[in-house]
């Protein structure tokens, strides 16, 4: 009786021990495979997320997610909208999974689904107006701007700054808001951008030089408008006398 108690207890301890090293492997392995999905680049995590791995999609979200989100922020001027369109992009990129042609970049087709949706929610808005410009070519206007939401804390002037600056894009015609966002602020190279935009290389840098000659402008001319106000409220009379 006894014998049959330590015999039974001896495989009950060394079942727990194989349940323990199966887990620790495991375990292992999933870490193993979350490095191996780190390193690797785009091709391999939209192939390995055709094949069904939810994990190399959710590497992908992870990577493009917050980049993603700042385009529409800056092109919608509004964050709940932003959130709401960067999140639809991934659902349409995981459902365009298997038409997604490898010879592309992932994040020129991450891009141009983000600015497209971006442009139809501006249509609906009617914020997207036309304007046309004779054709120029030239490097002459660069605009540098401050990217992101200013954090918790961060002084006054920059808030107003970068709200400014978000004021001026929302006035921009949609074809020149668009090349700016995913040039200066994004970085993106002009021929990638000239993919997303659907338009030639040329084509692209002409919209490029216009958008930061109206942004130059349109910035130098609310300069201008602040400063008359202000020079009119120091000559306004105070009211004494009256």
């Known amino acids: 009786m006894a014998r049959n108690t330590t015999i039974r207890r001896r495989r009950a301890a060394a079942g727990r021990d194989v349940r323990i090293a199966g887990e620790k492997r495991r375990a292992a392995n999933l870490t193993t495979d979350r490095a191996a999905l780190k390193s690797a680049d785009d091709k391999e995590l939209v192939r390995l997320s055709q094949e069904g791995d939810h994990r190399a999609f959710e590497e992908l979200v992870n990577r493009y997610r917050e980049r993603l989100y700042w385009v529409a922020k800056k092109m919608v001027g509004n964050s709940e909208e932003a959130r709401d369109i960067s999140q639809e992009t991934f659902v349409r990129i995981f459902k365009a999974l298997d038409r997604y042609n490898p010879k592309y970049k992932f994040y020129t087709w991450a891009y141009q689904i983000t600015t497209n949706m971006c442009i139809d929610y501006l249509r ?69 951008i000239a993919k997303v935009a659907r338009c030639s290389y040329p084509t692209l840098r002409w919209r490029l030089f216009q958008a930061r000659k109206l942004f130059k402008e349109a910035w130098e001319r609310d300069f201008k408008l602040e400063r008359d106000f202000q020079r009119f409220d120091v000559k306004r009379p105070t009211g004494k006398g009256l």
């Not at 540098?144 to 600056?165: K, T």
């Not at 004021?167 to 040039?183: G, H, Q």
Request: proline letters at 6%.
């Open 124 to 192: 609906r808005k009617s914020l997207a107006n036309m304007v046309s410009f004779e054709a120029l070519s030239s490097d002459t206007y660069k605009v540098d701007f401050p990217s992101g939401d200013p954090p918790v804390g961060e002084n006054l002037e920059r808030r107003e700054l970068l709200e400014r600056i978000q004021s001026i894009l929302d006035k921009l015609p949609v074809k020149y808001k668009t090349v700016l966002v995913l040039r200066d602020l994004q970085g993106l190279h002009c021929r990638d």
